[in-house]
């Protein structure tokens, strides 16, 4: 089937690594502390990862990754992503967010993230994304999401 | 047993909170705080940091911190009320955002709706200025390990 209508995308703005990756998500202090890199960014989709640090630890004895850690690397996934799924710079507002934790995430390792802007409307992106240490075939954490598009006028306009 | 027992009962009695927020690396991390209110349930506080925010142009907390903090409320709710013999392990979390968290002081609060044999359903608020204006409700699962 053919697309009813051509969609442009932000991310196929020969800008957007300067204006998306270096302006904004590299300038956001909480995911600078927990060291976010991004992977990749393709149209609806990207993926990010956190090096493994000991402050990411959530249960000391049994050495284990925080759960917050991966809601918070699932919010800036899913952020990313939708991004990768917008005709033009705006901003976003999570709505709400679903985190299973399928396993322990376990110290020692990063946790990478995938996320895929499966639809979006004309206020809001519909996300899913998984966490994982080293086998994506085999996620620590699944995530489903919604974002607001347009949430707020301070960001339009930028691209 | 993890000696997780002993450490909360000794919390506790010493009311010494943040050593349970240290136990935590994360939510040390964070810069999460908590007490005991009058009535005896726990109030927990979440002392503005630059390195929380999440929108620099709003400005705004970032919703990562604002759940991750709300999940490791629930989680000292949980140690604190059933004296567990390690700490529970988070199933599922589940969190809608009502209101944009601003760059100040943040509040949780836990109601543990069901404490089971092996489960235990936790709802959490987060607020700012008004405990009636909630910027944040969650809902969260825990498996709980019993001896």
């Known amino acids: 089937m053919s697309e009813k209508k051509e969609r442009t995308y932000l991310i196929d703005n020969p800008n957007f690594s300067n204006l998306l990756i270096d302006g904004f998500f590299g300038n956001i202090p909480h995911s600078q502390q927990l060291g976010v890199e991004l992977v990749s960014a393709a149209r609806n989709k990207a993926v990010l990862r956190i090096p493994y640090k000991e402050m990411l630890i959530g249960n000391t004895a049994a050495g284990i990754i925080h759960g917050g850690v991966i809601l918070s690397l699932m919010d800036s996934v899913g952020g990313m992503a939708t991004f990768c799924a917008l005709p033009r710079m705006e901003a976003i507002a999570t709505l709400d967010l679903r985190v299973d934790y399928l396993k322990p995430a376990v110290a020692g390792l990063g946790i990478e993230a995938a996320a895929e802007c499966y639809k979006l409307t004309n206020t809001i992106a519909f996300i899913r994304a998984i966490a994982y240490q080293e086998d994506s075939?085999?996620?620590?954490?699944?995530?489903?999401?919604?974002?607001?598009?347009?949430s707020s006028n301070k960001m339009q306009g930028v691209a | 047993m993890d000696g997780v027992k002993d450490f909360f009962a000794d919390v506790r009695a010493s009311k010494d909170y943040d050593k349970a927020i240290a136990m935590i690396p994360y939510a040390h991390f964070l810069g999460a705080h908590f007490s005991e209110t009058e009535q005896g349930s726990l109030l927990f506080r979440l002392p503005f940091n630059e390195k929380n925010?999440?929108?620099?142009?709003?400005?705004?907390?970032?919703?990562?911190?604002?759940?991750?903090?709300?999940?490791?409320?629930?989680?000292?709710?949980?140690?604190?009320?059933?004296?567990?013999?390690?700490?529970?392990?988070?199933?599922?979390?589940?969190?809608?955002?009502?209101?944009?968290?601003?760059?100040?002081?943040?509040?949780?609060?836990?109601?543990?709706?069901?404490?089971?044999?092996?489960?235990?359903?936790?709802?959490?608020?987060?607020?700012?200025?008004?405990?009636?204006?909630?910027?944040?409700?969650?809902?969260?699962?825990?498996?709980?390990?019993?001896?």
């Open chain 2, 53 to 147: 925010i999440g929108n620099t142009m709003l400005p705004a907390l970032h919703g990562g911190v604002i759940a991750g903090f709300m999940e490791n409320a629930a989680v000292i709710s949980l140690m604190w009320t059933m004296e567990s013999s390690s700490m529970p392990k988070i199933i599922d979390f589940n969190i809608d955002y009502i209101l944009s968290g601003r760059a100040q002081e943040t509040y949780a609060r836990c109601d543990i709706v069901k404490l089971g044999k092996r489960i235990a359903n936790v709802q959490i608020t987060a607020w700012q200025d008004d405990p009636a204006k909630a910027i944040a409700v969650a809902r969260s699962h825990f498996k709980l390990i019993r001896e």
């Open chain 1, 137 to 150: 075939n085999d996620p620590v954490a699944s995530c489903v999401a919604t974002f607001m598009r347009a």
